[in-house]
């Protein structure tokens, strides 16, 4: 559960500044991948504007919007993306993972706090679907 909001601007590679807001597809916008980005209003409808249901069913990560953008709005979604991967058992798209990888370095700015949080949730997943994951579609 959080907040809705939209993002301003973005600062360093990880913190944004953002305004509340009450519009689930506005909120959308900001979102890294597209199952990210479901909503349940207060009379239970789901709002999918990105597809994302689908994409779990198909065990599909996509961002939404431009990889290299949201990717360089917080690189910590470069360990996400592995993550959920992993947990998925999802392939991975061979153009995101070079945008990812020419990216790498952004990780250097993020906080130790927050990249030790990301890797324990990384770490979290076991080795067998880490390594199954490597494949390419």
């Known amino acids: ?4 909001r939209y993002r301003i601007m973005v600062c360093d590679g990880r913190h944004a500044e953002v305004r509340f807001c009450k519009d689930f597809f506005v909120d959308s916008q900001r979102r890294d991948f597209s199952f990210s980005a479901l909503y349940v ?9 990105h597809n994302g249901f689908v994409d779990l069913q198909n065990r599909e990560i996509h961002f939404i919007g431009s990889v290299e953008n949201r990717v360089r ?7 996400r993306y592995y993550r959920f991967c992993a947990k998925m058992n999802a392939s991975k798209n061979r153009d995101d993972v070079l945008i990812m990888q020419g990216n790498f ?3 250097n700015f993020v906080s130790s706090e927050a990249g030790i949080a990301q890797t324990e949730n990384l770490r979290n997943c076991s080795l067998e679907k880490v390594v199954l994951s490597g494949y390419y579609r």
């Open 1 to 4: 559960v959080s907040r809705l």
């Open 41 to 49: 209003d207060l009379m239970g409808s789901i709002h999918d504007f």
């Open 73 to 79: 709005e917080d690189f910590l979604r470069i360990i």
């Open 105 to 107: 370095e952004g990780l």
